[in-house]
Nanobody, 122 residues
Framework: QVQLVESGGGSVQAGGSLRLSCRTS????????LGWFRQAPGKEREGVAS???????NFADSVKGRFTISQDNAKNTLSLQMNNLKPEDTAMYYC????????????????WGQGTQVTVSS
């Protein structure tokens, strides 16, 4: 059973920063793709960032240069540092885990955290 425990989130004014963390088991952390997704009311879920087991990260164009991923290998925790937040970043954020494909990229995400709300006011 893959478990993902999220923390962080909250409310901040535009231009501010927040940090989300996702803690999981050692096996999941070391062998699965881990990703962050978000879903705003009335909108489809979108991928924000991902990390494959080698540590390589990828970011959506909308957050590049503002969001970064940090990896605490001792605590099996993947964190999403969000800087220069904008009102359009307001959404429920989810941590997810998925199997890596043979090509080293992330396949389908099958396991999801409970979500944490991020609200950015203008």
């Amino acid at each position: 059973q893959v478990q993902l425990v999220e923390s962080g989130g909250g409310s901040v004014q535009a231009g501010g920063s927040l940090r989300l963390s996702c803690r999981t088991s050692t096996y999941t952390y070391r062998t699965y793709c881990l990703g962050w997704f978000r879903q705003a009311p009335g909108k489809e879920r979108e991928g924000v960032a991902s990390r494959v087991s080698t540590g390589r990260t990828n970011f959506a164009d909308s957050v590049k240069g503002r969001f970064t991923i940090s990896q605490d290998n001792a605590k099996n925790t993947l964190s999403l540092q969000m800087n220069n937040l904008k009102p359009e970043d307001t959404a429920m954020y989810y941590c997810a885990a998925g199997i890596e494909r043979w090509d080293g990229n992330c396949g389908e995400y099958k396991y999801w955290g409970q979500g944490t709300q991020v609200t950015v006011s203008s």
